[in-house]
């Protein structure tokens, strides 16, 4: 058994709202062991951002979190208070946002900021936090780092910005790197160089990684494991090779379908697309998220909530009352596109 | 006979679009009490788009993509070189002429969009521009274009903020075309929208392109996209096209290493290849300081000491051509 670095169990987030409480992650579950790259999927307002938030700790000041379990390497996050939730930010959990240039203070150097990041959480001198600076930086493939340490952000390109962001992260070797769409403003050539070098340092470094994506092409290269979100809810989750040969939940099979591949896709035919809109999440609602967009709903998908079933893998997960009978069923939609 | 009212026999029998030798320079501060310098955004780049065609135009941000996009729908003169739409040079051709021919679907709908205006008015604008007609005539135009691009009716006099990003990007769609122009430039139409809206937008633009004839430049970060959607592929390096070919060919042997690198990122969605290494190098292309001889010799895994002194010239290579040393110097 590997070692386990996060325990998130029953995550909700409830956000007031002019209409009422917006339940933006509903009863969200996963777990995260050592060396572990878990991407969690979906498109934008699924609740995704908001779940990497609420395990560090970062929600706005009107969200509520509550949770059955959250656990960091071994540790209860649920009770531990602001201080010691400021000691565990950076050191144990560090997170990559998607704009690295919001994140990087404008009006100090690069090589200020990578200091402050160990010299904030550990007993080391000045010169020891440099040379592990320096040390990262080259690791990122960060050529001439010494020089780039009297840099400002400002100076820097999006990738090499993003790459100085990755070396922030790893300064405490921390055991989780929490990353929210770092390369979704990036060049593809780009991203493919900091996937690969996440990839990497995460391999080298034994670090627990979550991934957040809307990339279906970036969740299968790099992931261990995949956690789909739809609406605040995860609807599947199950190794990448399950997740992407044997789709199980009809949005994962929509998802799939909608996405061009070279090679695949034959040119200029129609791709798959999902009819509808994501649901209001504002107040109660009853019954599978999906349904209303869902060529297989039937009544008892809007009579009941869905809990997750096993699936036909080991570890697949899927919020579908009629998972089972799916590949029998003639898609309606997906036909044209599927592999 | 003005250029103004060009018949439809002239039309049909032009290039849709062509380039020839277009520059385009900037003079860009780069600091207080520093001399200006000089960017070139665009380096004598020709490009023939013939009727019928969809165009990718594919390369990194920075590469000159969207400035040639400008000076091809006619909103910023070219430094040196010509344009021509449909076989007139767009320097003696009014600005309402080129738009009636030519007209963009632009990223963002979210700025693209007048939030103060409604729907119906924004999509009238171009026919109020032409002029010709009554407001009767508009609206039944408007609402049968909305129709067609998948937007209700009903929708005629709400506000772009009460609509979704791909509700957005149908306006911006029905907007260029409801004076049916013959060309589409669409730069990134789909980058800013959600993966199931993105396959509604493709379906819709090819859908269009079917039914009112229409050629598209479709510029594009997004490889899969470029593949889906074009008929031939130019790719745009630091101001100039190292690589032109028809999409099967591109996408089958690609022949500049720049072209190679590019498509061995595209990150298809099976799992188990992993991520590719690139080879390119953490060197991020400057354009205000572009490498001497082939400006992509600084990361190109096949350097030669040729193309760090010699630029390139292009290479004739099946339909298209390539701009690269491997490949000869004719």
Redesign the interface.
Same mark, same amino acid.
């Given at each position: 058994m590997s070692e386990r670095i996060l325990t998130v169990d029953n995550l909700r987030v409830d956000l007031p709202v002019p209409a009422g409480t917006l339940h933006a992650v509903q009863g969200v579950s996963f777990h995260v062991d050592r060396g572990e790259t878990v991407c969690i999927v979906g498109e934008s307002g699924c609740g995704k951002t908001l779940t990497a938030l609420a395990v560090m700790d970062l929600l706005p000041a009107r969200a509520r979190r509550t949770a059955q379990r959250l656990e960091l390497a071994g540790r209860d996050m649920l009770s531990i208070g602001e201080r010691a939730m400021a000691d565990i930010r950076g050191a144990r959990a560090a997170m990559i946002f998607q704009e690295p240039m919001t994140s990087l203070n404008p009006a100090y150097t690069i090589g200020n900021q990578l200091e402050e990041a160990l010299l904030r959480h550990s007993r080391v001198s000045r010169r020891q936090a440099r040379a592990r600076a320096v040390y990262l930086l080259e690791r990122v493939g960060i050529t001439a780092a010494a020089s780039r340490f009297k840099q400002y952000p400002h100076q820097l390109s999006g990738g090499l910005r993003q790459r100085v962001m990755i070396a922030m992260a790893l300064m405490c070797g921390p055991s989780l790197i929490l990353a929210d769409e770092p390369t979704t403003a990036l060049d593809v050539t780009i991203q493919a160089q900091i996937l690969h070098l996440l990839a990497e340092l995460q391999r080298e470094f034994a670090t627990g990684l979550v991934l957040i994506t809307h990339d279906l092409g970036v969740v299968a290269r790099i992931a261990t494991r995949v956690v789909v979100m739809y609406a605040g809810e995860v609807v599947e989750t199950g190794t990448a090779a399950a997740i992407f040969s044997r789709p199980a939940h009809p949005y994962t099979r929509g998802l799939i379908a909608c996405i061009p591949v070279p090679g695949r896709t034959r040119r200029g035919a129609a791709l798959g697309t999902i009819p509808g809109m994501v649901p209001s999440l504002v107040g109660k609602s009853i019954g599978c998220h999906f349904a209303s967009r869902c060529d297989y709903a039937i009544d008892a998908c809007r009579s009941a909530d869905v809990t997750l079933e096993a699936a036909r893998d080991a570890g697949h997960l899927v919020r579908c009352i009629r998972h089972a009978e799916l590949p029998a069923l003639a898609p309606t939609r997906v036909a044209e596109a599927a592999p | 006979m003005t250029a103004a009212a060009l018949t439809a026999a002239q039309v049909e029998a032009a290039p849709m679009l062509e380039a020839r030798d277009v520059s385009r320079t900037f003079r860009v501060s780069t600091g207080l009490l520093k001399p200006k310098r000089t960017l070139q955004a665009v380096e004598g780049v020709s490009l023939l788009v013939r009727p019928g065609e969809v165009v990718g135009l594919v390369g990194?941000?920075g590469c000159g993509k969207t400035t040639l996009a400008r000076m091809l729908l006619g909103l910023l003169p070219p430094t040196d070189g010509e344009i021509r739409v449909v076989g007139r040079p767009t320097a003696a051709l009014p600005r309402r002429t080129i738009a009636q021919l030519v007209q963009p679907v632009f990223q963002d709908p979210y700025s693209s969009l007048n939030p103060r205006k409604s729907i119906g008015a924004i999509i009238t604008l171009p026919l109020r521009v032409q002029g010709g007609s009554d407001s009767a005539t508009w609206r039944a135009q408007v609402e049968e274009m909305m129709e067609r691009v998948g937007l209700a009716r009903s929708l005629y006099d709400n506000y772009p903020s009460q609509l979704?990003g791909g509700q957005r990007q149908r306006v911006a769609i029905a907007r260029a075309l409801i004076n049916r122009p013959r060309l589409v430039i669409c730069d990134e139409p789909t980058s800013a929208l959600?993966?199931?809206v993105?396959?509604?937008i &493709?379906?819709l633009l090819?859908e269009l392109r079917r039914d009112l004839g229409l050629t598209y430049l479709l510029i594009s970060?997004?490889?899969?996209?470029v593949?889906?959607?074009a008929t031939r592929v130019a790719v745009m390096y630091l101001g100039r096209i190292v690589e032109e070919a028809d @999409?099967d060919a591109l996408?089958r042997a690609p022949k500049h290493p720049y072209t190679q +690198?590019?498509l +061995?990122?595209? &990150? @298809?969605?099976?799992?188990? &290849?992993?991520?590719?290494? @690139?080879q &390119?190098g953490? +060197?991020?292309p400057n354009p205000l300081d572009v490498p001497p001889g082939c400006r992509f010799h600084p990361r190109c895994a096949h350097v030669m000491d040729i193309c760090r002194t010699v630029a390139p010239k292009p290479v004739a290579s099946g339909e298209g051509f390539v701009e690269c040393h491997l490949y000869g110097t004719p």
């Open positions: - | 990194e941000s979704s959600d993966v199931s993105q396959s509604q &493709l379906n090819q970060h997004n490889l899969a996209v593949e889906h959607m @999409t996408f +690198a590019l +061995a990122s595209v &990150l @298809t969605p099976e799992p188990g &290849l992993g991520v590719p290494d @690139t &390119l953490a +060197a991020y």
